[in-house]
Nanobody
Framework: QVQLVESGGGLVQPGGSLKLSCAASGIAFRVFKMSWYRQAPGKEREFLANSHNTGSTNYADSVKGRFTISRDNAKNMVYLQMNSLKPEDTAVYYC?????????WGQGTQVTVSS
């Protein structure tokens, strides 16, 4: 079965850092475009970053320069390093995998940025 499992969320002070992980199973990981999204209460799900199977990456303007997406194809893992965190970064963060007609999501991990 296909499974994406996020981990690494938690409570962090403004200006702090956090690294999220997403473990994928049941997919041909190397051919999938991997992405991170987030959703705050009452808000639409927001694209943050992606990593294509070609190695190229893209970032939303809101996180460009602060967040870094990376992937380890040998381990079927994708990561999101988050630095200089702000209260407005508070949300549930989701891992996404897309290839052709296939579109899979993890269950999400909560990130709270607060003093």
């Amino acid at each position: 079965q296909v499974q994406l499992v996020e981990s690494g969320g938690g409570l962090v002070q403004p200006g702090g850092s956090l690294k999220l992980s997403c473990a994928a199973s049941g997919i041909a990981f190397r051919v999938f475009k991997m992405s991170w999204y987030r959703q705050a209460p009452g808000k639409e799900r927001e694209f943050l970053a992606n990593s294509h199977n070609t190695g190229s990456t893209n970032y939303a303007d809101s996180v460009k320069g602060r967040f870094t997406i990376s992937r380890d194809n040998a381990k079927n893992m994708v990561y999101l390093q988050m630095n200089s965190l702000k209260p407005e970064d508070t949300a549930v963060y989701y891992c996404n995998a897309v290839s052709g007609w296939n579109d899979f999501w993890g269950q999400g991990t909560q990130v709270t940025v607060s003093s």
